[in-house]
């Protein structure tokens, strides 16, 4: 039986999920349920203290063997104040002090981290980056963000804001992301992919083009970037051809970085671990063709190596301490 655990909260638009562990990344007890945004703060705070309350019970254990807490969300956020500020996942989480209150419940220390940043590090130590001293990991989930291992050591920036990759403007117009249309989120992540893809189905179906996608649109589903993905692997024309789209315009995403910070590796989440050389395949020739020759010679590209643990291990990782 473990003595001292240390607790991690990963919080998403979709689920929260908690873990304690005594040696990380090894998880001792693991569970999660629907964040609800819609259904505010408090609700999900609650079932966050009786969620680690009953996995500390499940080892026998009290609140006072707790070393840490830690808590992986998406930005904006204060990560010194632990205040999370309206996340585009969780528009109702406006500056919700979630340190001072998970301090106050258990009686020990919470840190709070940007889930991009916190992924990073989780890849760095346990993941796709091990043995770096220069990473980048991209999260390409539903936006598209970056933490950025600089020497060994998690770069923030001035105000927390290093890696806010999805910001940058790749065309004039374009699908819409991180509130810019043309952004690289917008052209390059799960959210802008879906968007890519209701336009190419529309354009095919007026070319009466058959394709899986135009099955769902026609049914009135929304069309994920799973649909795609699953499409895709499935021979369907029109889903190949948007995972390529994507894969080059993650490409250039990647030649900007490859350049700016002459990374040795670079690692991405998401939709890369799911789709693999389908989308990075594409993105590797575009990098390849826009960066440095001498930069790209040393930089790999490869997909996460936590699989879907990610969240767990980053939240995690966040109590460790960096």
Known sequence: MAENVWVGLDVGGTKTAIVISAEPPAVLGRTEFATLPA????????LAKQGIREL???????????KRIGVSCGGPLDRIAGII?????????????????????FGVECQVENDANAGAV?????GAGQGTQNMVFLTMGTGLGAGIITDGRLYHG???LAGEVGHIRLTPIGPVGHNKAGSAEGWASGGGMAQVAVQSVLRAGKNKQKTVLRKIL????????KDVGLAARNGDAVAIRILESTGRRLGAVLAILVDLLNPERIVIGGLAMRLGDLLLDPARSVM???????????????PAALDERIG???????????
């Open 158 to 160: 001035t105000n927390d």
């Open 39 to 46: 259904k505010g703060a408090d609700r999900a705070l609650e």
């Open 85 to 105: 500020q309206s996340p585009p996942n969780l528009p109702t989480w406006d500056n919700v002090p979630i340190k001072a209150i998970l301090e106050k419940e």
């Open 56 to 66: 500390l019970a499940q080892q026998g254990l009290l609140a006072s063997a707790i």
């Open 218 to 225: 026609q049914s009135g589903k929304t069309l994920t970037a």
């Open 288 to 302: 390849q063709r826009e960066a440095l020759a001498p930069a790209v010679a040393h930089c790999e590209v490869v």
């Open 312 to 322: 767990d291990v980053a939240a995690l990782c966040v109590a460790i301490g960096f």
């Open 122 to 126: 989780a890849e760095h130590r346990f």
